[in-house]
């Protein structure tokens, strides 16, 4: 088993507290979508972290991937460190479609395949019929593994006829339903095996070019070829990342989900909520977490001072030389911390950007950067839409 924890560097743990800028209390839900999201932004940085290393070891693209679904509608993959391609198909066809970073076949087509099978359950049950076991799916993709696809749809294809007994109307309707959904997987599957042989002449120019000396074709397949990842990676708030290991996808960044996580020196530890007003967070995390935090703190601190200046209007609230001065004190205070003579660069060190700068691979050093550069935007936008601002960064007691 591949546990990408042991491959970070070690990180100490800082203590931080958030304190919102308003005199009205969080509403139960607000303060829930606010933890939710600091906790998301936290993970997703510490995710992007263990595909770069992975990256950087050389582990084949085409073993890096991502669940449809994300965490939140996965709670059975949080204390699961490692799912089988094949015998676990039933916990793979309750989280969605499977992309790699490069093209993978066999992702694909397993994808496809459980897809379709989801696609007659519908017709099944609208008509009152027996759906397709669960406990079946473990079979289907046998079929594949020593078979192939076409096989595998011939089997599944007859697996409706098997546990149903039609009156001869029905049997007319189901037979024509049935046969356009397979033969509609079949075209799918023809037509990605004729796009992927496109996709494997270009792979040495799509990951070698920067995309400014691209040509338009080579813009449009790389475009394509990495929008399901990185589409999935952006959307979800805690997307399912694994590493492919003979058919054993390991998951990623599973230690902050799972039972002793709390023993993890990345853990995101929400240590307190004060409801009183004004609300005060207090988070233990790794000195990673603290970067984007304070960053993001500095820029929306000169955002609004700038309107407000533009205005000629400057509230109580927002004392420029107490921000200021405040975080000049947790800039010492991280400077003490790691003893080094500039922040950044120490704590770039413990999250992802310093390991995504090293991939050798221009096109998904880029993809990887904005990324980054996204979650950094939106804990800008954490701290403006949730009015928090950084009271202290401590050494948790």
């Given at each position: 088993m591949i546990d990408d924890f042991k491959f970070k560097p070690k990180t100490k743990r800082v203590e931080l507290e958030l304190v919102a800028n308003k005199n009205e209390p969080f509403s139960s839900i607000d303060l829930t979508s606010a933890l939710t999201k600091i906790s998301s932004l936290y993970y997703k940085m510490d995710l992007l972290h263990s595909l770069a290393i992975f990256i950087n070891q050389g582990v084949d693209f085409k073993d890096i991937g991502i669940f449809e679904k994300s965490l939140q509608n996965s709670f059975d993959l949080a204390n699961l460190a490692s799912i089988n391609l094949f015998d676990d198909g039933d916990i793979i066809y309750k989280h969605g479609s499977i992309f790699s970073l490069f093209s993978n076949s066999e992702f694909y087509e397993i994808s496809l395949i459980l897809k379709t099978l989801k696609k007659i359950n519908i017709v099944l049950r609208i008509n009152n019929l027996n759906r397709i076991f669960l406990r079946l799916v473990k079979d289907i993709l046998n079929v594949y593994r020593n078979d192939g696809f076409n096989d595998a749809m011939e089997y599944l294809h007859a697996l409706p006829y098997k546990y149903n007994e039609f009156d001869s109307k029905q049997l007319k309707f189901i037979k024509g339903s049935i046969k356009d959904i397979i033969d509609k997987a079949i075209s799918e599957q023809k037509s990605f095996i004729s796009e992927k042989d496109k996709y494997s002449k270009l792979e040495h120019e799509l990951t070698k070019k920067p995309s400014g000396k691209r040509s338009t074709e080579q813009k449009r397949i790389s475009n394509r070829l990495l929008s399901s990842f990185f589409d999935n990676f952006n959307s979800n708030d805690f997307p399912v990342c694994f590493i492919n290991d003979d058919n054993d996808l390991n998951i990623l960044c599973h230690h902050h989900f799972s039972e002793k996580s709390y023993k993890n020196p990345l853990f995101f530890d929400i240590k307190e909520v004060s409801h009183n007003s004004p609300t005060i967070v207090t988070i233990i995390a790794a000195v990673s977490f603290v970067y984007p935090i304070i960053i993001g703190y500095q820029k929306i601190v000169k955002n609004y001072w700038d309107i407000q200046n533009a205005k000629q209007k400057v509230k109580e609230s927002w004392n420029k030389k107490r921000?200021?001065?405040?975080?000049?004190?947790?800039?010492?205070?991280?400077?003490?911390?790691?003893?080094?003579?500039?922040?950044?660069?120490?704590?770039?060190?413990?999250?992802?950007?310093?390991?995504?700068?090293?991939?050798?691979?221009?096109?998904?050093?880029?993809?990887?950067?904005?990324?980054?550069?996204?979650?950094?935007?939106?804990?800008?936008?954490?701290?403006?839409?949730?009015?928090?601002?950084?009271?202290?960064?401590?050494?948790?007691?």
């Open positions: 921000i200021e001065e405040n975080i000049k004190e947790q800039k010492q205070f991280l400077n003490d911390f790691l003893e080094d003579k500039t922040i950044g660069e120490r704590i770039l060190k413990s999250g992802a950007d310093e390991e995504i700068l090293e991939i050798e691979s221009v096109l998904y050093r880029e993809k990887m950067y904005e990324a980054s550069e996204r979650i950094k935007d939106e804990y800008n936008y954490f701290l403006k839409d949730y009015s928090f601002i950084v009271k202290s960064v401590k050494n948790p007691e």
